[in-house]
């Protein structure tokens, strides 16, 4: 079995900085792209950032150049470094991977999700 563990959430001012984390653990063969959501109340799901199992990352456009994604692979974990936070980043971000297990195929496994919220 395989989960996805985050932390970091939190309450911050605006222009201040956070730094999510999320963990695969479990019965893994291989990670594929990891990456971050984020919903906020009465929004869509909006993808906010993800990165390759080399190395390449993505990012939405509202958030190029504050928030930075990174990853270790041999620890299977990835991050999202926030700064520059603005309140319009509160939401719910939620972690994801796509991870072939020993013992099946790929598939999307999900972290439980870590609030953000941004305000003065």
């Known amino acids: 079995q395989v989960q996805l563990l985050e932390s970091g959430g939190g309450l911050v001012q605006p222009g201040g900085s956070l730094t999510l984390s999320c963990e695969a653990s479990?019965?893994?063969?291989?990670?594929?792209?990891m990456g971050w959501y984020r919903q906020a109340p009465g929004k869509e799901r909006e993808l906010v950032a993800t990165?390759?199992?080399?190395?390449?990352?993505n990012y939405v456009d509202s958030v190029k150049g504050r928030f930075t994604i990174s990853r270790d692979s041999q620890k299977n974990l990835v991050e999202l470094q926030m700064n520059t936070l603005q309140i319009e980043d509160t939401a719910v971000y939620y972690c994801?991977?796509?991870?072939?297990?020993?013992?099946?195929?790929?598939?999307?496994?999900w972290g439980q999700g870590t609030q953000v919220t941004v305000s003065s």
């Open positions: 994801y991977a796509n991870i072939r297990g020993t013992y099946g195929p790929d598939r999307r496994y």
């Open positions: 479990g019965s893994i063969f291989s990670v594929n792209i």
């Open positions: 990165v390759s199992s080399g190395g390449r990352t």
